[in-house]
């Protein structure tokens, strides 16, 4: 495959500095024709948290609760990281490259209604709404760790069921043996993938079925107890903690059961830096960048990197 890979394509995945993070939001509410000075300047204090945060963003308004149980199994010794920042901050290149801008130009996305597509290696391909799926799935809360390979991290109350869950609904055949998911591909709606044209839209992702039925392995469709804003990939997405966080796709419409391993996004863009598995392992570098710590963005203070991003109880035995 010929991808033509611009000089910019480097930018996102350079570890950005609080600096940086606060030049790059005086840009954009310049840019709206909005002061900076209620911001002050204390967000370029040593290790203080983002005063650019203090706003709400945008696409948190009217979204329907959604109430579900905690499930207590699943702690994480950090708090939970705010909500304006984990929906202020986000990685969805359909959108833009801007992690800033994301929520602005993913607010009126139509994430309802939306069609699922499960195919492939399954007894009995089907499509159906979104909704109808998550009337059939056990929904409940857990509190995660997101470690991006660039990183930051976060910590989010998720809301969604268990991918294992929905690969025994889906019955696969016992063919197959690992899952790929695809996003959206609507340019009309999605700046990015009209103005980022050379990447291989539309977003793709796979896990080795062991992966997909694995405990910690969840979809899903709301955060912070209610439906899910599009900046953080309405109406469904995938979270695996223990993977850097590109392995957690947004916004999908299809599930494809495959008997040989799929490829994924980000290895074919650049295949030397990111590989299929993506486990988190503060002990191999990006070829630009430790992996020993990461950055809490809330607050900005450097965390040391667990193995498996603090997951290894769960997920070591599928790599041994
Ligand atoms: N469809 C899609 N899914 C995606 C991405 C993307 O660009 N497009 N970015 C990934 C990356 S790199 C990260 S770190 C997480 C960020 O999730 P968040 O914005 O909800 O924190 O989403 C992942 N899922
Ligand atoms: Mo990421």
């Given amino acids: 495959m010929l991808i033509r890979v611009p000089k910019g394509w480097e930018t996102p995945e350079r570890e950005a500095a609080p600096e ?19 911001f002050g300047l204390t967000a370029l204090g040593l290790g203080r948290a983002l005063d650019p945060f203090a706003e709400e963003p945008p696409g948190l308004a009217d979204l329907p609760p959604l109430k579900a149980r905690r499930n207590p199994k699943y702690t994480v010794e950090r708090p939970i990281t705010a909500e304006r920042v984990v929906a202020g901050y986000n990685n969805f290149y359909e959108f833009s490259t801007d992690k800033e801008r994301v929520a602005a130009l993913a607010a009126r996305f139509r994430s309802r209604p939306w069609e699922v597509e499960i195919a492939g290696e399954v007894e009995k391909p089907r499509r159906l709404d979104v909704d109808e799926l998550i009337r059939q799935m056990p929904l409940e809360e857990r509190v995660y760790r997101l470690r991006c390979v660039e990183a930051w991290s976060v910590v989010v109350p998720w809301t969604g069921f268990p991918l294992a869950k929905f690969v025994e609904w889906a019955k696969p055949k016992s063919s197959a043996r690992f899952l790929r998911l695809v996003s959206f591909m609507r340019p009309t709606e999605a700046p990015g993938q009209r103005e980022q044209s050379w990447y291989p839209w539309p977003y793709f992702e796979a896990l080795t079925l062991a992966e997909a039925t694995n405990e910690l392995a969840m979809i899903v469709v709301g955060s912070y107890g209610h439906r899910l804003p599009n900046q953080n990939g309405a109406p469904l997405r995938l979270i695996v903690p223990w993977k850097y966080g590109f392995k957690s796709i947004k916004s999908i419409v299809r599930f494809e059961f495959t008997r040989g391993q799929p490829k994924n996004f980000w290895n074919v863009v650049v295949p030397n ?27 900005g203070q450097r965390i040391p990197t667990k193995p498996f991003n603090g997951y290894a109880e769960f997920v070591a035995h599928l790599y041994r």
């Fill in 273 to 299: 830096e990111y590989d299929f598995y993506a486990n988190v392992d503060p002990t191999v570098p990006h070829p630009r960048w430790s992996q020993a710590t990461e950055r809490d963005v809330a607050t």
């Fill in 20 to 38: 940086e993070l606060y030049r790059s939001r005086r840009r954009f509410l310049a840019g709206l024709g909005v002061g900076v000075g209620a």
